[in-house]
């Protein structure tokens, strides 16, 4: 079964660092790009960036480089989102998903998602 | 960037109605990189169509999608009552970022 598994929930204070998860299986983990998505509280969804586990290749939404980082460990088959400071307006339901690399399988569009982590960030 | 406006922002519909939904983009959609996805209460958004009018591995064929350029929609032919939930659209076109629309959120009437 193809599947990506996120970290739990997370509750931090203002000022922390993070780092959360998304592991795929059963499928060529190198071949699809993990895109992250910010759902804040009653609101819509947010593509923040993505990377590409064969090179680690990442594209960002502007308003999102320099406060998270998207890295990958292909040997393990997992990505990661990780803030260094985190802020209140960081609260969120974070979710992982996958879309392929080649323009062929891109076409699919995100197929695959997590089941979310909650981030809760409060003093 | 390109700006997805979703419209209405809420539809009241009974079961077993016909549902549209709209979804405009702000410059044309390369090659129809157009999706559509459901989210219900508590879960993570599921695929329903992609290239615009492609459905995705086990939907309904209640689901449809249309549209190219700029203006695309998804038509639910009979609502069933696992179908109220917030839909969205998203483009991944050329280049990111990718985006999406602000959802359309379908309620019992």
């Known amino acids: 079964e193809v599947q990506l598994v996120q970290s739990g929930a997370e509750v931090k204070k203002p000022g922390e660092s993070l780092r959360i998860s998304c592991q795929g299986s059963?499928?060529?983990?190198?071949?699809?790009?993990i895109n992250w998505v910010r759902q804040m509280p009653g609101k819509g969804l947010e593509w923040m960036g993505r990377i590409d586990p064969s090179d680690s290749y990442t594209n960002y939404r502007p308003s999102f480089e320099g406060h998270v980082t998207i890295s990958v460990d292909k040997s393990i088959s997992t990505a990661y989102l990780q803030w260094s400071n985190l802020k209140a307006s960081d609260t969120a339901m974070y979710f992982c998903?996958?879309?392929?690399?080649?323009?062929?399988?891109?076409?699919?569009?995100?197929?695959?998602w997590g089941q979310g982590t909650t981030v809760t960030v409060s003093s | 960037e390109i700006v997805l406006t979703q419209s209405p922002g809420t539809l009241s519909l009974s079961p077993g109605e016909r549902a549209t939904l709209s979804c405009r983009a702000s410059q044309s959609v390369s090659s129809s990189y157009l999706a559509w996805y459901q989210q219900k209460p508590g879960q993570a958004p599921r695929l329903l169509i992609y290239?615009?009018?492609s459905r995705a591995t086990g939907i309904s064929d209640r689901f449809s999608g249309s549209g190219s350029g700029t203006d695309f929609s998804l038509t639910i032919s009979r609502l069933e009552p696992e179908d109220f939930a917030v839909y969205y659209c998203q483009q991944y076109g050329s280049s990111p970022p990718w985006t999406f629309g602000q959802g359309t959120k379908v309620e019992v009437k």
């Open positions: 998903a996958r879309q392929g690399t080649s323009w062929a399988l891109a076409y699919y569009g995100m197929d695959v």
């Open positions: 059963g499928y060529n983990f190198s071949s699809y790009w």
């Open positions: 290239g615009a009018f």
